[in-house]
């Protein structure tokens, strides 16, 4: 197209040239507000994670944040027996009203809806995809700073749906002390990476019995492989859960709220830090600038607790998107929203550990405002990639030969 402007973010025009892909990210029901999702996800079964998902909430509660469970197991819901919860959800013409625990945390379950919990859910793959969206679009959640979802094992048509479907700010894996762990993380962690969603942590359940007499520790699953496994796949935060009866007992008796250890708390203090944000747009008069590689100015926004604490606009000092992924991650930045990008730019940003929020236009202060409140309609995945039929210097659109893109300037 002769009279491209570059501005795929903002053009209607369906041509060759044109790769956004459509969002699948479904809106939260509109009375309530969700800053951060925590999915919880194993490559197999029967590892604890329904465990690990209740004390990370319990957790977070204790630290004075809004804490919901969203039991995005379907087939095999263990949320509302760990805490104790008999009461079936009720509704109003808004929506669907969630179950709370003794101490106020927010949850939804499918043994929340069925008349028995011992009743089987026997459904077929796309409508168990679609209640899991359904719990997310009309239950009323309220206004939540930490959102876990206790997902389904493995990398199925479920997790899929939960990535595609809602904003997994990042994913904490669940393990146990086996020889094939490495092939079964690997499965968890390449999925994630195929989604661009970061891997907070990885935790080994199961990992260790202490002698109550003496307090030897024994391996009862074998020695582990835990620390060799988060180095394989740079996963920096590893957490190990002991074989603790009491724990076990608590889990049982519906009082998981009462447990007392502090296996956890390295991993929660980093599920707290996403909270803690630097984010940066392209910027322009005060809207999103649509064209990353040739952006002039970004708008700098810190935030904490998520609230925003400072706003800087900085100019690089640099251009294509290499070299601007490496700007961005100089000024400690973690997440970009932006308009029209190319999948070489998103692959240099994620390589740098930023996440980017693609498909955006507009005004920022507004888009920076739906992103706190977890209402960001976005894609991570390439929005252009106008430069795909020639990347030579001489078809370089930015208009200089000198140019660190290399001819492909988003």
Known sequence: ??????????????????????????????????????????????VGKSLVTSLLAVMMNRRDYTTAILDADITGPSIPKAFGLEEKAAGTEAGILTVDTKTGIRTMSVNSLLENDTDPVVWRGPVIAG????????????????????????TGDVPLTVFQSIPVDGIVIVTSPQELVSMIVGKAVKMAQLMNIPILGIV??????SCPDCGKKYSVFGESHIDEVAKQYNIENVSRLPINPKLAAAVDKGMI?????????????????????????????GQIFQHFGHTEQFEILEIRQ??????????????????????????QVSVLICGGIGGGAISALSE???????????????????????????????????????????????????HGCGGSCH
């Open 204 to 209: 080994e359940n199961m990992s260790y019995f």
């Open 306 to 331: 998520g609230e925003i604490v400072s706003k800087d606009i900085i100019t690089p000092d640099c251009g294509g998107h290499s070299e601007l992924a490496g700007f961005l991650a100089d000024n």
């Open 131 to 154: 209640t899991v969206k359904q719990f997310w679009t009309e239950v009323i959640w309220g206004d939540v700073d930490f959102m876990f979802i206790d997902m389904p094992p493995g």
């Open 352 to 402: 740098a550990g930023i996440k980017v929020l693609a498909g955006n236009s507009g005004d920022i202060d507004q888009l920076v405002d739906l992103f706190l409140k977890g209402g960001l309609q976005s894609t991570e995945k390439a929005t252009c990639d106008h430069h795909s039929h020639d990347h030579s210097e001489e078809s370089c659109q930015c208009g200089s030969s000198g």
């Open 257 to 285: 709220e009462l447990f007392d250890g502090t296996w956890l708390d390295g991993l929660a203090d980093l599920i707290e830090s996403t909270l803690n944000v630097k984010l940066a747009v392209p910027y322009e008069n």
């Open 1 to 46: 197209m002769s009279d491209c402007s570059n501005g795929c973010g903002s053009c209607s025009a369906d041509c060759a040239d044109r790769t956004a892909p459509q969002s699948f990210l479904e809106e939260v029901n509109e009375l309530s507000s969700v800053k951060k999702v925590i999915g919880i996800v194993s490559g197999k079964g029967g």
